[in-house]
């Protein structure tokens, strides 16, 4: 049902679109079939929501197959030149910043701030009130707890094998991040690892073992360094 709201100009809405009120689209936006908006959206230039994933001729992965219409709760907002893919589904009050992307099968929620330029890949969960940060990468099969930190060019990874060996096929792992972990700019985690309740990876440090609840990491490989301070734990703030 389509409910009134402010266009802007070039703007694709395709057919079953549902919007709340007050929705707000800028210019150049493409809006897929069948995606529902809440209220209070606002939607900023040249972004496109409801893409429907497709597949390399050579990739390991199964045929797509054409996938359910995104989801944008109420009060969210879509940053400019941002992509949210088909069967991805948005919380309210998300901030999802410029030129970030979230892929298909990804469920984000209330209140968490995607940054810019961030990738969120497909079968991911993101809970409530994460703060993902500039250029960050979130590998597929992934799992972050609500209250998750992950500072700016953090990269996760998902395949041990690195792309040989049939073996591989299924044995793709992400990470896990449970809550209010911590993970800190240009860290490296590698397939599989969790990181436990209030874990905090120290910038820089490569992640090849799990990391203890309120323990800090630190270096190449991470190894623990001292307990998290009393102070910064989830509990106290």
């Known amino acids: 049902m389509m409910k009134p709201v402010k266009v802007g100009q070039n703007v694709v809405i395709e057919d079953g679109v549902e919007f709340g009120e007050n929705v707000t689209i800028g210019h150049n936006v493409i809006i897929y079939a069948g995606t ?9 230039d040249n972004a496109v929501i409801g893409k429907q994933p497709t597949r ?42 410029d030129l970030a992307t979230i892929r298909e099968r990804v469920t984000i929620g209330n209140q968490t701030i995607v940054g810019r330029g961030v990738s969120v890949e497909n079968d991911c969960t993101v809970g409530e009130k994460c ?43 992400g990470v896990t991040v449970k809550e209010g972990g911590r993970i800190g700019a240009n860290a490296l985690i590698l397939p599989g690892k969790v990181i436990h309740e209030d874990g905090t990876v120290a910038a820089g440090s490569i992640v090849s073992r799990d990391v203890e609840q309120e323990t800090l990491v630190v270096g190449s490989p991470a190894k623990p360094l001292r307990k998290v301070p009393e102070d910064q734990l989830l509990r106290n703030q």
């Open 36 to 44: 529902k908006i809440g209220k209070n959206v606002m939607i900023q």
């Open 131 to 173: 703060k993902l940060e500039t250029n960050c990468y979130i590998t597929a099969y992934s799992n972050l707890a609500n209250y998750v930190f992950v500072a700016p060019y953090v990269v996760t990874t998902n395949d041990n094998y690195m792309a040989r060996s049939k073996e591989r096929y299924d044995k793709f792992k």
């Open 56 to 97: 390399a001729k050579n990739s390991i992965l199964p045929e797509v197959k054409k996938l359910p219409p995104a989801v944008i709760g109420d009060g969210t907002t879509l940053g400019t030149s941002s992509i949210i893919y088909a069967n991805a589904e948005l919380g309210e009050e998300v901030f999802v910043a």
